[in-house]
């Protein structure tokens, strides 16, 4: 198979813990790309965040973010604007989480919270992007492109139990990191966007390679022609995709040493 485009999760996987993309994996994207072959990032964090590191790598593509709610064109044109309804992220807002949960919000390129928690900061420290601090009940009103709540690792999983109970049926729900609860538009996900941005680039499912680490990137993994899982990616999704091939973790530069075995070292460049 002659692969034509490679879909990247950012966080546990292009990144590394540090938040920062290695000079080894960024040239080798950078020698694929020469190639021909396409990049293209896929995450949960908001556009403007993710934009940075794409325009770090000097790559003229897509954008997928917000999981999917967002996607922008090679000349950062939105072309997938997927916002939760009103009432949903009224209801979302209102469902009682317990006081050591922490509520977040993103609306179009704000990223609201109630106050900040230890680590947030430095999360973001690479690409200079940062949340605003505000009381969340007053957005009860407004569309969003994503509601997600952060929390140790049992406390978001009882957390998922009861609340898909509630929005299941409403909602798409995934889980980002053990200690990451996300909520989207009905419908949205990676895969679903992807399959928008490859119908413009006339590029089928098949002819696509994806790198994640998380369940996030499930219906990412599951729709194109060569999915791989990061080393370091979280059991439950290694579990659910316990056919796909696993690489090296994100520390050790997993997708460059993977992408260099297919697309430099086979070819004979």
């Excluded at 922008?72 to 992220?89: A, M």
């Excluded at 599951?222 to 995709?241: E, T, W, Y």
Aim: net charge negative.
């Amino acid at each position: 198979m002659s692969y034509k485009l490679v879909v990247c999760d950012m966080d546990g996987t292009l990144l590394t813990s540090n938040h920062k993309i290695s000079d080894y994996t960024a040239d080798i994207i950078k020698q694929i790309e020469n190639k021909g072959v396409k990049f293209i990032i896929a995450t949960g964090r908001p556009y403007l965040d993710a934009r940075h590191y794409r325009d770090s790598l000097k790559l003229k593509s897509f954008l997928i973010t917000s999981n999917g709610a967002r996607a922008h064109d090679e000349e950062n044109t939105p072309i997938v604007v997927e916002n939760i309804p009103k009432e949903l992220v009224k209801r979302l807002l209102a469902y009682d989480v317990g006081k050591d949960i922490h509520r977040n919000i993103y609306l179009d390129d704000d990223w609201i919270i109630e106050h900040e928690i230890e680590g947030l900061v430095e999360f973001h420290r690479e690409s200079g992007y940062s949340f605003s601090i505000d009381n969340l009940d007053k957005y009860k009103n407004e569309e969003a492109a994503k509601v997600f709540f952060l929390g140790k690792n049992e406390d978001i999983e009882n957390l998922e139990k009861n609340m898909e109970k509630e929005f299941q049926k409403d909602l798409s729900i995934t889980i980002s990191s053990p200690f990451c609860l996300e909520f989207m538009k009905k419908g949205v996900n990676k895969a679903e966007t992807l399959k928008k941005v490859l119908k413009i680039l006339n590029i089928k499912p098949e002819e696509v390679i994806a790198f994640g680490d998380s369940m996030n990137d499930y219906e990412m993994l599951s729709l194109v022609g060569k999915p791989f899982i990061m080393g370091n990616a979280n059991q439950r999704l290694m579990d659910v995709l316990s056919n796909v091939e696993v690489v090296g973790n994100n520390n050790e530069d997993g997708i460059g040493k993977k992408l260099k075995e297919i697309f430099i070292l086979k070819s004979g460049m």
